[in-house]
Nanobody, 115 residues
């Protein structure tokens, strides 16, 4: 059974940090590109960060570049999103996504940035 389980979301003040984790099972994790998306209320889901299967290449949305870092541990079958200097506009549900021949999604974790 394929599972992607996100954790690490919560409430944080502007300027704070959070680290999201997404633990995978049920598929060959090391072959998949991994992505973090987010969706704010009333907005479309947007791609935040990507990392290739080996972890060599990463890409980021302009809005998070320099503040967020995506990484992966293929031995632990986990992908991370380190989020620093958080802003209120980063408030959203964050989803991890695994893509290769199949496309898998987690259930999402809420991140709220507010004072």
């Amino acid at each position: 059974q394929v599972q992607l389980v996100e954790s690490g979301g919560g409430l944080v003040q502007p300027g704070g940090s959070l680290r999201l984790s997404c633990a995978a099972s049920g598929f060959t994790f090391s072959r998949y590109m991994l992505n973090w998306y987010r969706q704010a209320p009333g907005k479309e889901r947007e791609l935040v960060a990507t990392i290739d299967s080996a972890g060599d290449t990463t890409n980021y949305a302009e809005s998070v570049k320099g503040r967020f870092t995506i990484s992966r541990d293929n031995a632990k079958k986990t992908v991370y999103l380190q989020m620093n200097s958080l802003k209120p506009e980063d408030t959203a549900v964050y989803y991890c996504n695994a893509r290769w021949y199949s496309n898998y999604w987690g259930q999402g974790t809420q991140v709220t940035v507010s004072s």
